[in-house]
């Protein structure tokens, strides 16, 4: 504000008195009092510093201490049931007995480490990228090692930067922005841009810088599906922002409901929060499903309406199987809403114009199953230049993502085509992972509906079956003994029976009174079998040894 004008008049100056009880400020004291036109002369009091806080006695790194949104942060995926699955796989190399000879891992989608092999094309192009002196020693004859197309496009992306150890730019290499935008281009038949995409450590970077950029205290909410992946719940949490949570419908497929959203929406409102973004997980994770396009275009218009930043986690867009309704992308919907407006739709222009949409993308999942890499983007549509400066700001903090995933993105959006040499092979091996993956999603979801006290949906999409668990009265007072949730209770049970590793679905978010798991159908072919077996054995077992300790009715029956 202006400094106040003085009352004094033209004339002669006064002289100058000091009043006995007034204080010279120190030097430094004038400087801040110079510096802010509110400021006083303080009293002697004032101007004592203030007492210093008490000396630690505790050092700042104990659990006392340390931030306590981080102790408040739960990340089921990777919780307590692995602290047992490491327990007994460490008795096991021990030479311990036990009822299995074997963990297996169900509760995380990471391909790879469950026996996936890695795409040909994708691997033979970044040992290049790697491995520089292949390509230029005199002494190999390296066409006669590497395709054609592969030596071409490494020595594309070599081209792109000093070397794979060198950082990039922050918003990600020029040439690998340009393949995703094309690769988005020709998805949805709509023009894409390089300048709106950011190369990113796998989806889950984006997402953070997203939800930091959005979320300023608890005064913010954002809408996340219930279940959800625990990805959108522990970052609220560390930003000590506001999760409302929106229900799926588990008896339409895990579908999505305008009065759910709508439902959220009003209960962030009515306990303070205000509403700011809306996560969509397409197809879903944890509960597999594959959204239509009816739905997606609600959901976009739902966003729109209510000035909800839409966040599309569209990382399974590979991964939709049989009859499932096939993949509609947010940006198509945007780009359809678009067209509209430009027939004459005002609403649908308006709608257009302002829905901030954020779509995400990984080398993880889809066929690829490149979880080491790290490699992911993420679009930006109707976001302002000066948001985005802030944004590669927050990007430009780490510098950049790792060099090796962004060109892993590069091949992923942009693969061999017809009459390259490549294109037979790599076709055959994505054909026979999707397949496998539909069969194995099939056989597993069919044998947990024959199991007593299960039900489940089959997966459309994604890597995951959630199915419903029955739990009786007697099994719930035991997991409140045991200080646990009635479902992780089982998911240990079931761990220490089979050496089966799932994730209890409180993890996830579920309605009160229901119970899930989460498992993955990535095991190969081979390993179903015994997966199944197992399952089947402890459940029979499990529902009997319970069912005569005086109460048989189930909790649940979904």
């Not at 999505?256 to 709508?262: C, N, P, V």
């Not at 990007?395 to 992923?412: P, R, W, Y």
């Not at 998911?491 to 009174?513: D, M, N, R, Y």
Request: charged residues 20%; aromatic residues 6%.
């Amino acid at each position: 504000m202006p400094a106040q004008k003085s009352n004094r008049g033209k004339g002669s100056p006064k002289k100058k008195t000091t009043s006995p009880q007034s204080v010279i400020p120190s030097a430094d004291e004038a400087i801040l009092q110079k510096s802010s036109p509110h400021s006083v002369i303080p009293s002697a009091e004032e101007a004592l510093p203030p007492a210093p806080p008490p000396v630690p006695t505790v050092s700042p790194l104990s659990i006392e201490e340390i931030n306590p949104l981080v102790k408040s942060a739960q990340y089921a995926v990777r919780g307590r049931l692995l602290d047992v699955a490491k327990s007994l796989e460490d008795k096991l190399a021990s030479g311990e007995t036990l009822p299995f000879t074997n963990i297996v891992r169900c509760n995380i989608g990471n391909p790879q480490a469950l026996g996936q092999r890695p795409l040909t094309f994708v691997r033979q192009t970044l040992s290049l990228l790697l491995n520089p002196g292949l390509r230029d020693a005199p002494e190999i004859d390296i066409s006669a090692i590497y395709p054609a197309d592969v030596l071409e496009r490494a020595a594309s992306y070599a081209g792109a930067v000093p070397s794979v150890g060198a950082y990039s730019d922050s918003q990600g290499i020029r040439i690998v922005r340009e393949h995703v935008a094309e690769f988005i281009g020709a998805r949805d038949g709509c023009p894409a841009s390089a300048d709106d995409i950011f190369l990113t450590d796998g989806a889950s970077a984006g997402v953070k810088a997203l939800m930091t950029m959005l979320l300023r205290g608890p005064q913010d909410a954002v809408l996340c599906p219930i279940p959800q992946y625990p990805l959108y719940s522990a970052t609220t949490t560390l930003l000590n922002a506001t999760l409302a949570g929106y229900y799926l419908d588990e008896s339409n497929a895990w579908g999505i409901t305008e009065d759910a959203l709508l439902q959220a929406v009003e209960q962030a409102r009515a306990g303070g929060a205000t509403p700011r973004a809306l996560v969509v997980i397409n197809p879903g994770n944890p509960t597999g499903q594959s959204l239509p396009k009816e739905s997606v275009e609600m959901i976009l218009r739902f966003a729109a309406k209510h000035k909800l930043v839409l966040m599309a986690d569209e990382v399974y867009q590979e991964n939709v199987y049989g009859d499932a309704p096939p993949f509609y992308s947010f940006k198509k919907a945007l780009s359809a809403l678009r067209e509209c407006g430009a027939a004459g739709d005002a609403e649908a222009a308006e709608q257009a114009a302002s829905t901030q949409l954020v779509s995400f993308h990984s080398t993880s999942k889809g066929f690829i199953g490149e979880c080491g890499l790290r490699g992911g983007y993420f679009e930006l549509q109707n976001v302002p230049l000066d948001v985005r400066a802030q944004l590669l700001k927050l990007m430009s903090i780490n510098l950049c993502s790792n060099v090796v995933g962004q060109f892993a993105t590069g091949l992923m959006v942009r693969p061999p085509v017809d009459g390259q040499p490549s294109f037979e092979k790599y076709t055959a091996e994505r054909e026979a992972i999707l397949q496998s993956l539909y069969s194995r999603a099939q056989r597993i979801a069919a044998e947990l509906n024959t199991l007593p006290g299960f039900s489940c949906n089959a997966a459309e999409g994604a890597m995951y079956l959630f199915p419903s668990v029955a739990l009786t009265t007697p099994m719930m007072e035991a997991a409140a003994a045991a200080g646990m949730a009635a479902d992780e209770w089982y998911c240990i049970q079931l761990l220490e029976a089979t050496g089966l590793v799932v994730v209890p679905g409180s993890g996830f978010g579920q309605k009160e009174g229901t119970f899930h798991f989460r498992t993955t159908f990535l095991p190969p072919e081979d390993a179903i079998t015994e997966v199944l077996a197992k399952l089947k054995d402890f459940q029979a077992g499990f529902m009997q040894s319970w069912a005569t300790q005086g109460d048989d009715e189930l909790a649940l029956v979904a």
